[in-house]
C-alpha cells in the first residue's frame, strides 16, 4: 500500500506542475482539428462563466466530437499532467462545471455530444450524446407522445443531469435521474471508454458499474452518453395551490392527496410566504395568486396528472371537489385552482427573485418528509434567538424532502451582520441539516462552493471509501472540481 | 502498481490457507456466543442446501445478531484467512447464497438481523435488519395500509433482495430494488461499517456509494440493514388473461394499455403455452384457465391497480370495456376477466411446474422490449433447425423485458440429446441474448451456475472495472461466491 500512495502522491504533484498552454493547443488541434480547440479569451469567456456568474479560466476549452476523442482528450491531459473539468450544459449551482482561475485546467465542452438517436417507442428509451439540451430533448419527444419528466428551472444537458443525479419537481413520482438512466458511456481518467449503452430495465450481471458515474460530479468518468427511459406525455395536468393551517400540518396533507390520487399527484411544492413576497417584489410584471397583505405563511402547490385516457377528463372536476373537501376537513383554509399558469410561474420566479435579492444564502438540502416541519420550526427558533430580522425565505420539493433553503438579510438590518457572522449562520444552519438526519447535498452535487460542508458532516469512513474509488479511478485526481474533496 | 498487485496476489493465496475447524469455531463463539455458531452436520445442513437443492459443507455458520458482531466475524474470517459467504433468504437461484464444497468457507446468515423498525408512515419509509423476511415485511406494512411492491414466487429477505437487486412481476411499474433503497447499511471486508442509513430521497452530497453494494451479491460488502421506501397499498386490484394474435403483437397490445391506463398498469407478464401446458401436465390440481386442446401460443397477463381512491372503484368495469375494444381492434384474440385468482395461481404454478420436468434448461434474460419478439423468433428458429424436439417453453416480466428463458427437451427425444449437445445449445442461446443487446442475468446475478457467462460476454474493460473495486474493496477475495469471477 505504501508503494501506492506514494505513486498517487507522485502523480497528483506532477499534476500541478504548470504546462505550456501553446504546445498543448497545437497537440488538441492534433486530435480535434482547428474548430474542436478555443484559446482566445473571447471565446473561451462564455465557457468559463457559470449560471450565477462565477467564472475561472482555463487553458483550453476542448470541444470533441464523439466518444473517441473524449478518451483521446484524456489521453492528452494525462500525457500534459493537465486537469481536466467536464461542462455539458454549464447550469450547476456549486461552482463545479467551471475551471479553477489558475489557467491550468482543460474545460471539455460536451457540447457537440449532441446526437440525439433514434426513439424506442415500445421500449420507452432513447440513446442520447451527453451534450444534449433537455429543451432539445423534450422538444424532440414530444412529436411522439413522450416525455422526459425532470422539469427543473434550467436547461441542462444529459451528462450534467446524470454526474449530478437531478430530481425536480416530478421526483416524488417519477424518481430521480438515476432511475431513468438505462445504458451509460463514460470515458474514465486515463481514456479507457466504459461503454454500458444497453436499452435495459434489468441487468444484474456483475455489479452495476454506471452507478458508479451517476451522481459523480464528474470526478470519475466522463460521461459521453446515455440511453433514458422516457415517459408517455400526461394527456391531463391541473394544478391546485392551497394553503395549509400551518406548516407541521403538510404531511398530513400530503398523505391525504396520495391516499386520494396515489400516482397521479406528481407534484407537491412547498413555498414560503417569505419567498412569494420576494417574487412579487423584485418581478412586479408577476401576475399574483394572492394580494399583498394576505400571503401565507405557506402555501404548496400540486400537479396532478394522468398519462392514461382512463379518467385523465374527470381529473380536473375531481380536484375541485377535492378542494372543498381539504377545506372541509381543515387540512387546507385556502385552495385556488382557477388561474394555474400564474402557480407555476410564481413558482418559477421564486428562485430568479431571490437571487435578485442583495444578501442571500442559499442551501440545497433534503430530509424525510416527516423532518421537515422540525427542521423549519428548529430554523425559525435559531434566527429569531440569534439573528433577528434575518428572514426565512424557503421553498421547494416538499413531497421528496428538498428544502431550497434560503435566508434574506434585509437592507435595514444589513449592518448588524457582517461576513464573518454569516459564516458562522451557515455553520449553524448546516449542523441543524445534520441534527435532523438531512443531507447538505440534496441534488446540486458537491463543488467548491460546497466542499467545506463535505468535510464537516461526511463520516469518516464514506469519505475513505469516496477517496479510495476516486484514487483507483483516476489517481492523478485529473478530472473535475471535486477532486481534491475527499 | 506491482507492489499492490503482489499484496493482492499474497493475500489471494494466504486466503486458500486451510484453517483448525475448533480453533476457529471457539474463537467465534467468544464473539457470538454459544448460540451464534453452529458446527454441528445437522444443524448446519439447511443453511447449505440452497432453493434449488444444491447443497456445499460450511466450515462454520456463524449467526451474528447485529452489525457490530457481523464486523467483528469479518475481522476474524481476516485473521483466519477464511472466506465467508453471506446469506440472507437463501432463495437464490445462482448458487451464490451457499458456500463451496471445500468445508473452508464460513457462511454468516443474516437471520438474527432481523428487526423492523418503525414505520414513518409521511415519508413512507421504513428501517430493516438485512435478515427480514420480505413476509413479515408484508404483514407488518399491510396493518397500516402500505405495501413493498416487490412479488417474487420466494419468500427472501431484506439484504438479499438488495444484494441481487430484485425486480418482480411490478417492475414495470415501481422498478427494481435500488429505486427503493433510502439508505443502507453494509460492512466491508476488512470489518469497517459503512454506515448510510438514511430516510433520503434525494442525497448527492458526493457520489452515492451505496449503490456499489446493491446487486453486488455480496461480493462488495455484507448488507446488514436498509431503509426502504413503501408504497400505499392499492385500493383495487384487477387481472386480465389476454390471448394476442401472435407474439410479435405484444409490443403493440403493450402500448396501447400503456396509453389507456398510465401508471395504473402494474403487471404484464408473458406465458409461453408450452410453459402453460407443463404446468396442467405436472400440477394436475390447478385450476383451468384454458382447457386442454385450446392452449393458447402465448398469453399474456395483465393487472391494473389504484392506490388512490380517485378511479380505484371504476377500475374493473373499465376493464371489461377495455377487453371489448382490445378485441375489436385486433389487439387481442380473447380477454379472460373472470376467475382472477386462477390467472395468478397459473402464473406462479409455472417456475415450480418448469423446475419438475426432468431435462429442463433455464436463463433470466433481458432485452429492450422491442426487442424480445425478434429474440424469441430465432430461438425458435435455432431450436427447428439445429435442436429439433428440443421445446421453448419460456414466460416472464414482458413490459420490463424480462424473459426467464426456458427449454424442455421431452422424454421422447431425450437421447438425441446427451449433456455435451445440450452444453453447446446453452451456449447458442447465450450467444443469441448477446446478438440482441440483452443481458445474460436480468435478476438473479452472478453466481457459480452462470460465472462462464460472464466470462464470455462482459466486455473487458468493465470485467477490469470490476475485478478493480472488487480487489479496492475486499483485497483478499475474502467475500462472496463471485469473488473470483473477474
Redesign the interface.
Known sequence: ????SA?VAELRSSASRSVDAGVFAARARQLLGQEGVLTDGAQRAPFERDYHGRSGRALAVLLPANTPQVAAVLQLCGECCVAAVAQSGNTGLVGASIPDESGQQALISLRRLDTIGPL??????ITLGGGVRMSHLRAHLAADGFWFPFDIAADPCVGGMIA??T?GSH??RY??V??AVLGLEAVLADG?????L????????????K??F????G??GVITGAVLQVQ?R?LARVSALLVPPTHADI??L??WL????????ISFEGMSGEAIRCAYRELPALRRCFSADEVPDYAVLIELA??????AA??AG?LRTAAQKMIELSLAREVLTDDESAFWALRDAIPQALMKSPRVMTFDV??????LPPFRMAVKRLLETRYPGIRLADFG?FA???DHLTVLVPDDCARAYPPLKLMRLRVELYDLVAEH??????????GPLNES??RR???P???R??A??KS?LDPAARLGR?AA??
Not at 444497453?198 to 458499474?209: A, E, M, T, V, W
Open positions: 500500500m505504501a508503494a501506492r505513486l424506442d417507442a415500445a421500449n420507452r428509451s449530478s443525479n430530481g421526483l416524488m424518481g430521480d438515476r432511475g479507457t471508454i466504459v461503454n454500458s444497453k436499452s435495459l430495465r434489468k441487468d444484474n450481471s456483475g455489479f452495476d458499474c452507478q458508479l451517476i451522481g459523480s460530479g470526478a470519475l408517455r400526461p404531511p398530513e400530503l398523505s396520495e391516499r386520494r390520487y396515489g400516482d397521479l399527484l394522468s398519462s392514461g385516457e382512463f379518467q374527470a381529473l375531481d433534503a430530509f424525510a418528509r416527516s423532518a420539493h421528496d424532502g428538498g438526519g438531512g443531507s447538505f447535498s440534496a441534488e446540486h452535487g458537491i460542508a463535505y458532516y461526511m463520516p469512513e464514506i469519505r471509501l469516496h479510495s474509488i483507483l471535486q474533496a475527499p
